[in-house]
C-alpha cells in the first residue's frame, strides 16, 4: 500500500477501539486508519472516500437529510454511499 493509510470513520468510540484490534489481529495495522466523530460534521477533504457505510445508525441522527449530503461531497466520484436501517 502506498502513502497515507486509507480512512475508515467509526462513530462511537467502542466501534473505533475494536476496530483497531482488528485491524491489528488481521496484520492490517498501519494500513488503515479509524477516525472518531460526527457523521455531519465529517473532518475530510471532499471526494476523499470510496464508500461509506451507514449501519443502524441514519434514523438516529438529528438531521439525516444533512448527514447524506456531507457524506455525498465526502465521496469520490463513482463512490457509493449504503445505508441500512433495519426496522421490526
Same mark, same amino acid.
Given at each position: 500500500?502506498?502513502?497515507?493509510?486509507?480512512?475508515?470513520?467509526?462513530?462511537?468510540?467502542?466501534?473505533?477501539? %475494536?476496530?483497531?484490534?482488528?485491524?491489528?489481529?488481521?496484520?492490517?495495522?498501519?494500513?488503515?486508519?479509524?477516525? *472518531?466523530?460526527?457523521?455531519?460534521?465529517?473532518?475530510?477533504?471532499?471526494?476523499?472516500?470510496?464508500?461509506?457505510?451507514?449501519?443502524?445508525?441514519?434514523? *438516529?441522527?438529528?438531521?439525516?437529510?444533512?448527514?447524506?449530503?456531507?457524506?455525498?461531497?465526502? %465521496?469520490?466520484?463513482?463512490?457509493?454511499?449504503?445505508?441500512?436501517?433495519?426496522?421490526?
Amino acid at each position: 500500500m502506498s502513502g497515507k493509510a486509507p480512512v475508515c470513520s467509526a462513530l462511537r468510540w467502542e466501534d473505533r477501539a %475494536l476496530a483497531n484490534l482488528a485491524a491489528e489481529a488481521e496484520g492490517l495495522d498501519g494500513q488503515v486508519r479509524f477516525q *472518531h466523530g460526527d457523521a455531519a460534521d465529517l473532518c475530510s477533504e471532499p471526494e476523499s472516500f470510496g464508500a461509506v457505510w451507514l449501519f443502524e445508525s441514519l434514523l *438516529h441522527m438529528s438531521d439525516p437529510r444533512r448527514v447524506v449530503r456531507r457524506l455525498a461531497t465526502a %465521496l469520490r466520484p463513482g463512490g457509493r454511499l449504503i445505508i441500512a436501517n433495519l426496522v421490526q
